[in-house]
């Protein structure tokens, strides 16, 4: 997309400031005399025709104003706009409802999603804390019946799970048991790859143990979403953009659809550094669903050890400077308060 003169970025930015308040079809007229612009109408609509033949606005009928494009709101969004902050006094109550709800983690996934909501009038998400990476604690082999054994293991963070493992002929359960000590003593702390790269020294048994030990670590260490947490949806549905109800059933469905909503994380979010936010417009081409909607994601939570991810979804006529402001503040305060968790408990 081609580069903007001062006065080309200044009409655009108008144009999306006041198609956010209205979303309503901006006219040079009206520009003129809200702004007390020191132009001719003439020469605004000069520009407003500069700006749609650069794919930045559009004209959605003859004789009508411009709103802008996916484009427009990119351009705004990466180079108008500037680092936002919210006011002091929304900040501070912020903070004094997070401080009053305790150190309950589900209690701050719920307000995260309630304060998103109602600050950007959107659809919002969080995503409860999880391990960063999988890694293995604990494993417990048991016999239970001919050549079945139970294999209990337990990863960090307290989840267990069980499996059954087929051998070529049975074996005794003092067996079972120095196979589990050995894998215990070896394997403490590491994750599927770490477990991959072990060089001990094991008999037939441990590897058959070890290969089903990696199979079921390395899924987990793609990215899924654990509890995810909603709030605002009547938000969505209650814009205009959203009187018919196609686009908003396709993107409330991005909330709902669990398959869907790890792709989006993983692909945007799990890349992402702490804290740090993205703006997605209309999809970015790769989300069918979104092609009507704006998402703004960050992720929150201690590296290296445990993080969530947090957002909302709402029309592309976003109030993108307070959105991005909301989630990067409410992000910093949760990653605050699950280091300072971590800390107290260990």
């Known amino acids: 997309m081609p580069d903007l003169n001062d006065r080309q970025r200044l009409i655009l930015a108008l144009i999306i400031h006041d198609y956010i308040d209205t979303a309503q079809p901006i006219g040079s007229q009206h520009l003129v005399e809200r702004y007390s612009l020191e132009i001719s109408p003439a020469t605004v609509r000069n520009v407003m025709v500069d700006l749609t033949d650069s794919g930045y606005l559009r004209q959605p009928y003859t004789s009508a104003g411009r709103v802008p494009t996916e484009e427009g709101y990119r351009f705004f969004v990466r180079q108008l706009m500037g680092q936002t902050e919210l006011p002091a006094t929304t900040r501070n109550t912020i903070s004094h409802q997070f401080y009053q709800a305790g150190p309950d983690v589900g209690r701050w996934m719920r307000l995260a999603a309630s304060v998103l909501a109602n600050q950007s009038s959107a ?52 067996q079972l048991t120095s196979a589990a000590d050995h894998i215990n003593l070896q394997c403490e702390g590491l994750d599927a790859e770490g477990i991959s ?150």
Not at 140 to 159: C, F, K
Not at 200 to 227: H, T
Not at 236 to 263: C, I
Request: glycine share 8%.
């Open 197 to 346: 790269a072990l060089s001990g020294n094991f008999d037939a048994l441990e590897q058959d143990v070890l290969k089903l030990i990696r199979d079921d670590l390395e899924p987990m260490n793609r990215w899924a979403s654990g509890e995810v947490y909603r709030d605002g949806l009547t938000n969505v549905l209650a814009e205009p953009e959203f009187a018919e109800s196609e686009p908003a059933r396709k993107a409330l469905l991005m909330l709902e659809e669990r398959s869907l909503l790890d792709d989006l994380l993983s692909r945007t979010v799990l890349s992402s550094t702490v804290d740090e936010v993205q703006v997605l417009i209309g999809g970015e081409g790769n989300w069918e669903e979104l092609r009507d909607c704006s998402v703004v994601l960050a992720r929150y939570g201690a590296p290296g050890l445990v993080t969530g991810a947090l957002g909302v979804i709402g029309p592309t006529r976003m109030a993108y400077g307070k959105t991005v402001s909301t989630v990067r503040f409410v992000s910093g305060l949760l990653s605050d308060l699950v280091i300072d968790m971590l800390s107290d408990g260990s």
């Open 123 to 174: 659809a919002s998400l969080v995503t409860a804390p999880r391990p960063e990476q999988a890694r293995f604690k604990h494993i417990s082999l048991i016999s239970t019946q001919g050549r079945q054994v139970l294999m209990v293991m337990v990863w960090t963070g307290g989840e267990v799970r069980q499996q059954i493992l087929t051998l070529a002929e049975p074996v005794s359960q003092e």
